[in-house]
């Protein structure tokens, strides 16, 4: 398909201004990002005399920006929405989470991904940073729902393998453009030191990057610390973990050798403070990672942790709490925030081709609805967006070329409310 979008504000992120003109969207790459003026230059550039468009789509003065990167989520974990709350960490996992997902199977979590996947397009979100229990079946769902989707293995001492792990980053990594996959576990206090270091070996084998949950809690850092004699942090890294980089979810207790490794490796910390808040966790040192130059970006973690899967309250979240923990109204700028949801995002993930808006670069954005109460005045687009931006402002939704959410609409392929019904199936079947 190829698309013109024009009369438009856009927000590159390649830096602050916002840019009055047009895109064009030729297959699935982004072709022309400008004014308009050099309409004719850019159709010889593209050995064309003039393009043909499928859609030309007004965007009536509303902001075109790259999509979000939910760079830390468990779409799966749609079944546990609202059904395992109100607990401490520990309890939320071993007497509610576990147990449940034992009855899981390969076809249950195809069908919950797909749920998850339509609440992603409503908040703006382009890719996900995806780890549960079965990847082929996650995979096959983001295909079918047309998901930029980043798999990351949780293998722990009670599911998955090494060997599905490897067999998953040869195939996830070539079989479809929309899918990628990363080595990785579920946490160092969910795996023996045996099952770490050949998570490592694999790591090096490969010379691959490794992510897992990571000094989410107090209690987790003061058990490592009692077993191992080190931090978690440390205690990883100790056996090459880190050695081709990768990073960790939550990262929210960590001491200065710790944040010395992140520098080190370049790791990148993907912060979840809305998990963090509702279970209690604690938050994470933003201002201190980004003044050592540690790449942050943002996930939402799982709909049982967090219930929502909306990157607006995330965004919110990591400035405010950021503000509140070093008392200081001026700690981690809206800016930096965008920043976190989109170009770091891209980062952390390996998905260069969609941190900005340019030519060349892979055609996954959003339109943000400027005429609605919350973005009025204008007197700053990206603060309003991380200030006072919610969903009802995510006009469209576009990956891979593919319009997928547009004016409170999903794509005409899904059967919204077949997914919807099968979500509450699968729920009534295992209680």
Known sequence: MNYRFYNAKILTMQDTR???????????RLVYVGDGSDADVACQDLSLGSIVWDREIDCEG??????FKNAHTHSGMTLLR???????????????????EAKLDAEMIYHLTKLAILEYLTSGITAIFDMYLTPETIAQACVDMGMRCVQVSGQNNFSQSLELTERM?????????????????????????????????????????????????????????????????????????????GGGYHCVYVDEEDMEIFQKR?????????????????IAPISEY???????????????????????????????????REQNAAAVDAWEVLKMATVNGSKAMNLPDTDVLAKGKAADMIMIDLHQPNMQPINNIAKNIVYSGSKQNVKM???????????????K?????EIYRKANEIIGSLR
């Not at 609202?82 to 449940?100: G, T």
């Not at 370049?266 to 604690?282: I, M």
């Not at 392929?413 to 409310?417: K, L, N, P």
């Open 266 to 282: 370049g790791l990148s910390v993907v912060t979840n403070p809305g998990s963090n808040a509702k279970l209690a966790s604690g």
């Open 169 to 245: 980053y040869q195939k996830l990594n070539h079989e479809n453009p929309l899918l990628s996959y990363f080595i990785g576990f579920h946490a160092e206090y969910t795996c023996s030191r045996e099952l770490l270091e050949d998570v490592a070996a694999l790591a090096h084998k490969y010379q691959a990057p490794v992510f897992t949950h990571l000094a989410e809690t107090r209690a987790e850092v003061e058990a490592c610390k009692e077993r191992c004699g080190m931090s978690p942090v440390k205690m990883l890294d100790s056996l090459g973990m880190f050695d081709y980089g």
């Open 397 to 411: 939704t576009m990956i891979q070329g593919e319009i997928l959410y547009e004016n409170g609409q999903f794509s």
């Open 413 to 417: 392929a899904y059967d919204v409310e």
């Open 290 to 324: 980004l003044a050592r130059g540690i790449n942050v970006a943002i996930g939402t973690d799982g709909p049982a942790s967090n219930n929502c899967l909306d990157m607006f309250r995330e965004m919110f979240l990591v400035t405010g709490l950021a503000k509140l």
């Open 62 to 67: 509303n902001l075109l920006m790259p999509g």
């Open 18 to 28: 916002i840019l009055e003109g047009e895109l064009w969207v030729q297959d699935y």
């Open 82 to 100: 609202s059904y395992a709350d109100d607990l401490p960490l520990a309890d939320w996992l071993n007497r509610q989470v576990f147990p449940i």
